[in-house]
């Protein structure tokens, strides 16, 4: 079975600092990993994604992502935040080719100016 | 390239009635995914086709089923509606069946039931 936890309901951050969203994951096999960014009455949006490879992951809009198989997480960071990265990040997670895509719950970011 | 289209965007149910929901993927895409979002639950799978057969399905009642044309376009149908059913429904697609490609998700549809 597969699943996938964010830890944060909420991240607050001021513009121009770092952040980070949390997500670990739990798997039997090789992770695929995925980001997602929704923003309010909309779809989810791909950001970004592990398969294999480089542990660092760079995405769409300046986001990377980490990914640690030690501690089976795969946090999502930006060097400096935008008041419009404020949306909803769900982070989610496919242990074989033919599994469906299983989502965290979410993490709503709030950057504030 | 077009997106993922969902229709209707918006609609309101009374209790015990039917809703039909369509989703038209990307061009080229084969793979049609359903997931139901609420604001207690996040996001749920619903079922996933690949060339018009069901893959993978969720853990939904019966109620909740789907289908896929030859031409990849897909419908979910829910019956005799409940409130907890209240919820945006996001079709997804992608060139093939799970593996290591991305989702492609329209904007939902948000069904209110009264």
């Known amino acids: 079975a597969q699943s996938v936890a964010q830890p944060e309901d909420q991240v607050n951050v001021a513009e121009g600092n770092p952040l980070t969203v949390k997500c670990t994951y739990s798997?039997?096999?090789?992770?695929?990993l995925f980001w997602y960014v929704q923003y309010p009455n909309r779809g989810l949006q791909f950001l970004l994604k592990?398969?294999?490879?480089?542990?660092l992951v760079k995405g769409s809009y300046g986001f990377e992502a980490e990914f640690n198989k030690s501690q089976t997480s795969f946090h999502l960071k930006k060097p400096s935040a935008l008041v419009s990265d404020s949306a909803l990040y769900f982070c989610a997670v496919r242990d074989e080719p033919g599994n469906m895509l299983t989502f965290g719950g979410g993490t709503r970011l709030m950057v504030k100016p | 390239k077009a997106g993922v289209t969902q229709t209707p965007r918006y609609l309101i149910k009374t209790r015990g009635q039917q809703v039909t929901l369509s989703c038209s993927p990307i061009s080229g895409h084969r793979s049609v995914s359903w997931y139901q979002q609420t604001p207690g639950q996040g996001l749920q799978f619903l079922f996933e086709?690949?060339?018009?057969?069901?893959?993978n399905k969720g853990n939904f009642p019966g109620r909740f089923s789907g289908r896929q044309f030859s031409n990849s376009r897909s419908e979910m149908n829910v019956s005799t509606l409940e409130l907890g059913d209240s919820a945006l429904y996001l079709c997804?697609?992608?060139?093939?069946?799970?593996?290591?490609?991305?989702?492609?998700f329209g904007e939902g549809s948000r069904l209110t039931v009264l």
């Open positions: 592990y398969i294999t490879g480089d542990n």
């Open positions: 086709y690949f060339s018009e057969t069901q893959r």
């Open positions: 798997v039997s096999g090789n992770p695929y």
């Open positions: 997804a697609s992608s060139l093939g069946q799970g593996g290591t490609g991305e989702l492609f």
